[in-house]
Protein backbone atom coordinates (compact mmCIF):
# COMPACT_ATOMS: atom_id res chain seq x y z
CA UNK A 1 0.00 0.00 0.00
CA UNK A 2 1.13 3.33 -1.07
CA UNK A 3 1.52 6.05 1.94
CA UNK A 4 -1.00 8.77 1.11
CA UNK A 5 0.68 12.69 0.80
CA UNK A 6 -1.21 14.74 3.47
CA UNK A 7 -2.82 17.87 1.94
CA UNK A 8 -1.09 21.12 1.93
CA UNK A 9 -1.82 23.02 4.60
CA UNK A 10 -3.87 26.02 3.71
CA UNK A 11 -1.86 29.55 2.87
CA UNK A 12 -1.75 31.87 5.72
CA UNK A 13 -3.81 35.08 5.48
CA UNK A 14 -3.46 38.34 6.24
CA UNK A 15 -5.47 40.02 9.16
CA UNK A 16 -6.45 42.74 5.77
CA UNK A 17 -7.53 39.48 3.70
CA UNK A 18 -9.75 38.00 6.47
CA UNK A 19 -11.18 41.35 7.51
CA UNK A 20 -11.43 41.70 3.46
CA UNK A 21 -13.39 38.23 3.42
CA UNK A 22 -15.70 38.62 6.87
CA UNK A 23 -16.80 41.89 5.27
CA UNK A 24 -17.51 40.91 1.49
CA UNK A 25 -19.40 37.87 3.61
CA UNK A 26 -21.44 40.54 6.02
CA UNK A 27 -22.37 42.47 2.62
CA UNK A 28 -23.65 39.12 1.19
CA UNK A 29 -25.60 38.84 4.02
CA UNK A 30 -26.76 42.49 4.31
CA UNK A 31 -28.34 42.17 0.66
CA UNK A 32 -30.18 38.65 1.21
CA UNK A 33 -31.85 39.74 4.42
CA UNK A 34 -32.36 43.65 2.34
CA UNK A 35 -33.96 41.41 -0.80
CA UNK A 36 -36.57 39.64 2.16
CA UNK A 37 -36.54 36.06 0.27
CA UNK A 38 -33.35 35.04 2.01
CA UNK A 39 -33.13 32.40 -1.05
CA UNK A 40 -35.89 30.33 0.03
CA UNK A 41 -38.17 29.27 -2.70
CA UNK A 42 -41.88 28.32 -3.13
CA UNK A 43 -43.62 25.47 -4.80
CA UNK A 44 -43.18 26.59 -8.14
CA UNK A 45 -40.27 28.04 -7.62
CA UNK A 46 -40.68 31.85 -7.72
CA UNK A 47 -38.81 33.30 -4.47
CA UNK A 48 -40.66 33.25 -1.63
CA UNK A 49 -41.35 37.42 -1.05
CA UNK A 50 -41.63 38.85 2.84
CA UNK A 51 -44.24 41.42 3.68
CA UNK A 52 -41.59 44.26 3.16
CA UNK A 53 -41.27 43.38 -0.37
CA UNK A 54 -44.70 42.79 -1.32
CA UNK A 55 -45.68 46.27 0.29
CA UNK A 56 -42.21 47.75 -2.05
CA UNK A 57 -43.95 45.95 -5.31
CA UNK A 58 -47.89 46.94 -4.18
CA UNK A 59 -46.48 50.34 -4.50
CA UNK A 60 -44.68 50.31 -7.69
CA UNK A 61 -47.94 48.60 -9.10
CA UNK A 62 -50.09 51.89 -7.93
CA UNK A 63 -47.11 54.51 -9.19
CA UNK A 64 -43.93 52.95 -10.78
CA UNK A 65 -42.52 56.27 -10.83
CA UNK A 66 -42.20 56.54 -7.03
CA UNK A 67 -39.68 57.62 -5.14
CA UNK A 68 -37.42 55.38 -2.72
CA UNK A 69 -38.27 57.84 -0.10
CA UNK A 70 -42.00 57.73 -0.56
CA UNK A 71 -41.91 53.60 -0.53
CA UNK A 72 -39.16 53.63 2.46
CA UNK A 73 -41.45 56.00 4.63
CA UNK A 74 -44.70 53.82 3.41
CA UNK A 75 -43.12 50.70 4.21
CA UNK A 76 -41.01 51.61 7.28
CA UNK A 77 -37.59 50.54 5.63
CA UNK A 78 -34.59 52.90 5.08
CA UNK A 79 -34.43 54.13 1.32
CA UNK A 80 -31.39 52.14 0.69
CA UNK A 81 -33.34 48.74 1.89
CA UNK A 82 -35.50 49.75 -0.84
CA UNK A 83 -33.39 50.55 -3.00
CA UNK A 84 -31.31 47.26 -2.59
CA UNK A 85 -34.96 44.94 -2.35
CA UNK A 86 -35.81 46.74 -5.70
CA UNK A 87 -33.19 45.78 -7.22
CA UNK A 88 -32.69 42.75 -6.13
CA UNK A 89 -36.21 41.99 -7.24
CA UNK A 90 -35.37 43.44 -10.71
CA UNK A 91 -32.20 41.36 -10.81
CA UNK A 92 -34.74 37.46 -10.09
CA UNK A 93 -37.09 38.65 -12.87
CA UNK A 94 -39.98 39.33 -10.01
CA UNK A 95 -40.44 42.84 -11.31
CA UNK A 96 -40.34 45.35 -14.08
CA UNK A 97 -40.36 48.86 -14.08
CA UNK A 98 -41.54 50.04 -17.43
CA UNK A 99 -43.38 53.11 -19.10
CA UNK A 100 -47.26 51.51 -20.04
CA UNK A 101 -48.40 52.99 -23.10
CA UNK A 102 -51.29 52.67 -25.18
CA UNK A 103 -50.93 51.38 -28.30
CA UNK A 104 -53.13 53.46 -30.02
CA UNK A 105 -51.54 56.45 -28.94
CA UNK A 106 -48.43 55.42 -30.04
CA UNK A 107 -49.20 54.38 -33.75
CA UNK A 108 -50.40 50.88 -33.77
CA UNK A 109 -54.09 50.53 -34.50
CA UNK A 110 -54.37 47.08 -34.73
CA UNK A 111 -53.95 44.39 -31.73
CA UNK A 112 -55.46 40.95 -31.32
CA UNK A 113 -55.23 37.87 -29.39
CA UNK A 114 -54.05 34.76 -31.43
CA UNK A 115 -54.77 31.28 -30.20
CA UNK A 116 -52.16 29.11 -31.75
CA UNK A 117 -52.57 25.18 -32.06
CA UNK A 118 -49.30 23.20 -31.60
CA UNK A 119 -48.24 20.05 -32.88
CA UNK A 120 -44.93 19.32 -31.01
CA UNK A 121 -43.24 21.01 -28.42
CA UNK A 122 -44.93 23.95 -27.02
CA UNK A 123 -42.49 25.34 -25.27
CA UNK A 124 -40.45 25.44 -28.52
CA UNK A 125 -43.17 27.12 -30.34
CA UNK A 126 -44.22 29.53 -27.48
CA UNK A 127 -39.89 30.64 -27.46
CA UNK A 128 -40.55 31.62 -31.50
CA UNK A 129 -43.72 33.49 -31.02
CA UNK A 130 -41.87 35.51 -28.10
CA UNK A 131 -39.19 36.19 -29.77
CA UNK A 132 -41.24 37.93 -33.03
CA UNK A 133 -41.01 42.04 -32.37
CA UNK A 134 -45.04 42.07 -32.94
CA UNK A 135 -45.75 39.79 -30.12
CA UNK A 136 -46.14 41.17 -26.51
CA UNK A 137 -47.01 38.87 -24.57
CA UNK A 138 -47.26 34.81 -24.90
CA UNK A 139 -48.74 32.62 -22.36
CA UNK A 140 -48.53 28.55 -22.62
CA UNK A 141 -52.69 27.69 -21.59
CA UNK A 142 -54.96 24.51 -21.28
CA UNK A 143 -58.13 24.45 -23.37
CA UNK A 144 -58.85 24.87 -26.82
CA UNK A 145 -55.38 26.81 -27.51
CA UNK A 146 -52.19 25.15 -26.51
CA UNK A 147 -51.07 28.97 -26.73
CA UNK A 148 -52.06 32.46 -26.54
CA UNK A 149 -50.29 35.50 -28.00
CA UNK A 150 -51.04 38.51 -27.97
CA UNK A 151 -50.06 41.16 -31.10
CA UNK A 152 -49.55 44.51 -31.33
CA UNK A 153 -49.30 45.90 -35.09
CA UNK A 154 -49.89 49.26 -37.16
CA UNK A 155 -53.08 47.75 -39.38
CA UNK A 156 -54.17 45.41 -40.55
CA UNK A 157 -52.05 44.98 -43.31
CA UNK A 158 -49.50 44.62 -40.87
CA UNK A 159 -51.66 41.88 -38.60
CA UNK A 160 -52.06 39.89 -41.89
CA UNK A 161 -48.10 39.96 -42.41
CA UNK A 162 -47.31 38.85 -38.89
CA UNK A 163 -50.11 36.50 -38.82
CA UNK A 164 -49.47 34.78 -42.47
CA UNK A 165 -46.26 35.06 -43.24
CA UNK A 166 -44.41 34.75 -39.51
CA UNK A 167 -46.68 32.88 -37.01
CA UNK A 168 -48.19 30.05 -39.11
CA UNK A 169 -44.99 29.20 -40.93
CA UNK A 170 -43.28 28.87 -37.41
CA UNK A 171 -42.39 24.96 -36.92
CA UNK A 172 -45.23 23.18 -35.40
CA UNK A 173 -48.01 25.67 -35.54
CA UNK A 174 -50.58 23.85 -36.80
CA UNK A 175 -53.56 26.45 -36.33
CA UNK A 176 -54.39 29.51 -35.34
CA UNK A 177 -57.41 31.85 -34.48
CA UNK A 178 -57.65 35.92 -34.29
CA UNK A 179 -59.47 37.25 -32.51
CA UNK A 180 -58.89 41.08 -33.76
CA UNK A 181 -59.70 43.73 -30.45
CA UNK A 182 -62.58 46.26 -31.00
CA UNK A 183 -62.04 48.19 -27.75
CA UNK A 184 -59.81 47.52 -24.72
CA UNK A 185 -62.17 47.99 -22.06
CA UNK A 186 -60.24 47.46 -18.97
CA UNK A 187 -56.07 46.85 -18.32
CA UNK A 188 -54.09 47.01 -15.32
CA UNK A 189 -50.96 45.85 -13.77
CA UNK A 190 -51.91 46.93 -9.76
CA UNK A 191 -53.82 43.71 -8.77
CA UNK A 192 -50.71 42.86 -5.85
CA UNK A 193 -49.23 40.46 -4.43
CA UNK A 194 -50.19 37.68 -2.30
Keep these: ?47 TLDAASKAIIEQLQEDGRRSYAAIAAAVGLSEAAVR ?11 LQIVAVTDPLHVGFQRQAMVGVKVSG ?36 EHLLEVISREMRTLPGVAETETFVYL ?3 KQHYNWGTR
Design 1 to 47: MTPRTPPEPPSPRTGADRAGAERASADRASADRASGDHGRRSRSGAP
Design 84 to 94: ARVQKLTDGGV
Design 121 to 156: DMTDVASRLGALPEVAYVVITAGSFDILAEVVCEDD
Design 183 to 185: KLN
